[in-house]
């Protein structure tokens, strides 16, 4: 794709020099060069014109080369803008104040047309590059910022943080941790049932739900395990009470499930304990955790009723002054033996 043509303005109050330098400018191939008879037309110009060089007159009434200099590279849209100065041989002196207020170069008079096509094209050419090394900036910080969306859509926040400061997310146990396990009660029939492009679209839209509602909650998401949806409290983000937060935030998962179509029930598991938390793979990469505290949460998930919120009794005795208790039963657990379920409701 070739360059766009440049738009240049020459700017100056006499009508034979304007006239002279148009011409000379158009012999070498500068088609697009838009005339300002004074200092104030320039400027308004400018602020309406996109330029790419600016040829100015430095005496001129009114307004002077100077003025208008001034303001061009005070203002944050013309300020790039490279400003060659025309000027009489006896003017060196301003043409150096011009140089130290930011003009690029300068041009004598009377315009001498081998030193013209030398100073406009030099000063095009820098802006040229310089234009392109702001377009490659840019696309360097679009780039960083997708970087930083997928990783935050692949690991919690915290482990973001951590992973950019020192390029790995160091393994580590954590001692008081809510795991919570929620999922949806007859997925696979539902599934078996209804089309494919059905089913993704209405879990996208629960999910979604979903991740709201932790992050609102202040716990993080881990992970989708098929229509299973893992989150924690009091792993990389602190909190106070993780068992609490996370039991709050379960109530209003099975309140959303049952809020979006098709009107899901789900049934949730959680428990409070120490986890091992980290990075595994090198290819699709994964936030991970594992322990006996993930496995009971898993477990507890099975074993509960749709619509209900269940834990086991070590996690009750830290919770059981905010909640009402809606039942207790007995179930074998894989591994543990008889493990007491009990079934949470919010306060009354």
Not at 78 to 101: F, K, Y
Request: aromatic share 6%.
């Amino acid at each position: 794709m070739s360059d766009p043509v440049p738009n240049l303005l020459v700017v100056d109050d006499n009508e034979d020099n304007r006239y002279t330098l148009v011409r000379r400018l158009k012999r070498q191939g500068y088609e697009n060069v838009a005339i300002a008879v004074d200092g104030r037309e320039a400027l308004a110009m400018l602020e309406r014109d996109r330029f790419d060089l600016v040829l100015l007159d430095i005496m001129m009434p009114e307004v002077d080369g100077y003025e208008v200099l001034k303001r061009i590279k005070l203002a944050e849209g013309t300020r790039d803008i490279p400003v060659i100065m025309i000027s009489a041989l006896d003017e060196i002196e301003s043409v150096v104040r011009c140089i130290e207020l930011g003009a690029e170069d300068y041009l004598p008079k009377p315009f001498n047309p081998t030193l013209l096509r030398a100073r406009v094209g030099a000063c095009l050419e820098k802006k040229r590059l310089r234009d392109q090394e702001i377009s490659y900036r840019q696309q360097i910080e679009q780039e960083k910022r997708r970087g930083d969306e997928l990783l935050h859509a692949i690991l919690p926040g915290g482990a973001v943080q951590e992973l950019k400061a020192s390029d790995r997310v160091q393994p580590r146990r954590y001692e008081n941790v809510a795991v919570l396990f929620c999922d949806i009660v007859g997925f696979t029939a539902y599934c078996d049932r209804h089309a494919p492009e059905q089913v993704v679209a209405e879990l996208q839209v629960l999910v979604g739900r979903f991740e709201e509602i932790v992050a609102a909650h202040g716990l993080e998401k881990i992970k989708t395990i098929g229509d299973a949806f893992l989150a924690t409290a009091g792993l990389l983000l602190p909190c106070a009470a993780p068992a609490r937060t996370a039991i709050d935030c379960a109530f209003e998962l099975v309140r959303a499930a049952a809020a979006a179509e098709p009107h899901w029930q789900v049934r949730v598991g959680l428990h409070q304990g120490p986890v091992v938390a980290g990075v595994v793979g090198h290819s699709k990469f994964l936030y991970d955790l594992w322990g006996d505290t993930v496995n009971l949460a898993a477990r507890l998930t099975e074993h509960a009723e749709g619509g209900a919120v269940c834990i086991n009794a070590d996690t009750w005795r830290l919770v059981s002054g905010h909640y009402a208790e809606a039942g207790r039963s007995l179930v074998e657990i894989k591994g543990k033996g008889p493990i007491e379920l009990i079934q949470v409701s919010p306060p009354a």
